[in-house]
């Protein structure tokens, strides 16, 4: 029963221990994430339902390709792809730290003589001399190097970068931990956001997924907020001036922008958006037409107020921010009811872009908007990611692991120096463990630098 | 004289750079040949000095910024490090015919930003989400990759015609490099290439943290760039398998290079943001 489980286990092993499944899983991975960039993800499903019909809506519910990235058959996949990385790495890791580590690296002279590339050089001066010329050059361009008499001569060892043999291992460790820092800040970490209306403050914000609201155990005031703009019109900055209040009393005071969040008790918050808020007061115009004088009034909204020469009374009811006229928007507007001393209220529209728009209408009185405070709120982003530094490290490892893997090389030199008569010959014989076709060239480059010593 | 006239022109020479590489190994001349490589040379001088000029354009417009911010600009240094990277590749390998293959791929890049009607050479600010540092490195990271890519799909398409031509009998395809070199140079490029993807990917997640807090979103051009990474990491550990070489590897090349493309240019007709405006 012991043995049927332990080569149960080891048949498990072996099976996450080929290669041939990462490359199914890698590719498994590409092919599946495009179907989540062809449906767009997270959207409601009455949008769904009228996009796709009932039918497809069914079967891509099914399937989870709503919100695929977060599905069980992805997430399994992801967990495959690491289950197959650190057994697989395990599994070699043994080898190499033998080669790696070994006190002594051993050379092979026949092995260099019969498998490697070469070059020959045939010198005037006897092996003793040449051993004596060549090992401060090969030991000073290697890291390791040493020398053994043969029968007819001298023959230098050496080596260099034995260590990148375990760059992979780096690459792979780092998708590891991106993978761990992921899973730490979807456990621990928050993703929120938050609107703040100007000279006020917030305590808790609101969390996206699943959608509630958080308390916070400080206090955020948003002080000012600013927009500017270029020529053209297109935004140049947003930014909000937030102070950190703990118990009332401030402790942090940061203006932010896009791309220069604050950052407080590992909570971010960053610029994301903002919007006009309801003014609370209006400086209207009013134009008569009889005397041709105009008067400006400070009201609330919705406070009565008496328009001059008699003209009735005046209120404002609404502000919209992007007011729809005739399908399309003109901006700004305020609305109000006009109420004559006789006769029925008249509803007034005030552009604020258009001050004469109100003169369409012919009345006695014309009202426009002369000025209002303009208010807006800022929308923050708020989120918290404890992974985070996980990942980073993940990405300075994958960077620096791929860098060793793909250009650093475990590079062995054999130098044979064997006397003929009054000559030597010398044998340049090299190998590396990666990139191959690149040796002949070194060699030619060390055995240059020879014989320009010799 | 303003960038984009000074690009339009580098179009024509890098257009007539590519000719004589194609004449060069056609007509199996020396002449065009090194004819070719000045002409791409010269080509890569005014696109240079066509990328620098926009730069002190922009800050005499007051809305500097390096150009690397729209897909006009980034398709200029698209072409710009597709040519770097073939002349280094020339001047190592000591073979022209590469370029009858690479080059092309440059002067397309340049003839559409300099011609499609859909894209805008006009020097715009900067919206606040683009004004990162972050950026600048992820734009640089991403285009040296793809261009190490680009050149890699020509040369499996190389490779796979040389490889069809066992006995050598064509005469076209005598000149060209072993198979053994092109596989080799092929993988040589799609390692460079795969380390500036990352490099690439990596920037752009610590650039989307730094804006919005999250460094990665799920969003198609995020995706689809990690397919494309997804690709050449198969790639990678496909050839390290026995039986997988050569063809096969070729074949995923070019596949990979398509996954390039989508993510540059086919992402804009998916559903979504990201597009450089977002
Ligand atoms: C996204 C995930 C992965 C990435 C980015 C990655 C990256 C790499 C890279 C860059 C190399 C070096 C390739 C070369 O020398 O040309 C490599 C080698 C290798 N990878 Fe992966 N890898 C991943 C997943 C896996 C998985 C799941 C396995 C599981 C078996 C695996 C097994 C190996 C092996 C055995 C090697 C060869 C090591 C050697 O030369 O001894 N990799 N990987």
Known sequence: ?454 | MNSSFLLSITTFVYGLAAFLYIASWVFKKELPGRLATWTAIVGLAGNTAGIILRWIESYSLGIGHAPLSNLYESLVFFAWTIIVVYLVIERKYENRIIGAFTTPLAFLALAYASLSPNISDRIQPLLPALKSNWLIAHVIACFIGYAAFAMAFGISWMYLFKQRDTEGKSRLLAPFPKPVILDDLNHQLIMFGFLFLTVGIITGAVWANSAWGRYWGWDPKETWSLITWFIYATLLHARMMRGWHGKRIAYLSIIGFVAVLFTYFGVNYLPGLHSYGA
């Not at chain 1, 490892?397 to 120096?417: A, E, K, N, P, W």
Request: with cysteine; proline share 4%.
């Open chain 1, 1 to 454: 029963m012991r043995r049927y489980l332990l080569d149960y286990l080891n048949s498990i092993w072996k099976f996450f221990t080929r290669i041939m499944l990462s490359v199914i899983l890698l590719l498994s991975l590409a092919v599946t994430s495009i179907v989540g960039t062809l449906i767009p993800q997270n959207e409601s499903p009455a949008a769904y339902f009228q996009e796709y019909g009932e039918f497809l809506y069914r079967i891509f519910d099914v399937f989870d390709f709503f919100d695929m990235y977060n599905s069980w058959w992805f997430q399994l996949l992801i967990v495959l792809l690491a289950v197959n990385i650190v057994v697989c790495s395990i599994d070699r890791l043994k080898a190499t730290w033998k080669i790696v580590f070994a006190k002594n690296p051993i050379f092979n002279l026949s092995r260099f003589k019969n498998h490697a590339d070469k070059e020959n050089l045939v010198e005037e001066r006897s092996p003793e001399q040449l051993k004596d010329i060549y090992e401060p050059l090969i030991s000073k361009s290697f890291g390791y190097a040493r020398t053994e008499q043969t029968d007819k001569g001298f023959c230098i060892f050496a080596e260099k970068w034995r260590w990148t043999r375990l760059g992979v291992y780096g690459v792979h460790l780092s998708i590891v931990l991106l993978l761990i820092g992921s899973l730490i800040g979807s456990i621990f970490g928050f993703d929120g956001y938050v609107n703040i209306p100007e000279g006020e403050s917030v305590n808790s914000i609101r969390i996206r997924n699943p959608a509630q609201s958080k308390a916070l155990d400080f206090e955020v005031l948003c002080e000012d907020f600013d927009v500017s703009f270029y020529d053209s019109g297109a935004p140049k900055e947003f930014r909000s001036s937030l102070t950190i209040l703990e118990n009332g009393k401030p402790v942090l005071k940061k203006d932010i922008i896009v791309n220069d969040p604050l950052r407080y008790k590992g909570i971010n918050m960053f610029q994301s958006s903002y919007g006009p808020l309801p003014p609370k007061e209006v400086t209207l115009s009013f134009k008569s037409k009889k005397t041709g004088k105009a008067y400006q009034k400070k009201v609330l909204m919705g406070q009565q107020i008496d328009i001059p020469e008699a003209g009735g009374r005046f209120v404002i009811k609404d502000f919209d921010n992007a007011f729809q006229f005739r399908g399309r928007s003109i901006g700004e507007a305020f609305s109000g009811f006009l109420m004559p001393d006789n006769g029925r209220p008249i509803e007034i529209l005030l552009p604020v872009r258009f001050p004469d728009f109100d003169q369409g209408r012919k009345g006695n009185v014309a009202v426009s908007v002369a000025d209002y405070d303009r208010r807006y709120y800022t929308g923050l982003q708020v989120t918290k990611d404890p992974g985070v530094w996980v990942v980073y490290a993940g990405f300075i490892l994958l960077i620096v692991g791929c860098y060793i893997t793909f250009f650093m090389s475990h590079q062995r030199l054999c130098i044979d120096i064997v006397k003929k008569g009054e000559k030597s010959i010398v044998m340049v014989a090299g190998t590396a463990n990666k990139n191959k076709l690149g040796v002949p060239n070194r060699l030619k480059k060390i055995s240059k630098k020879l014989t320009k010593l010799a």
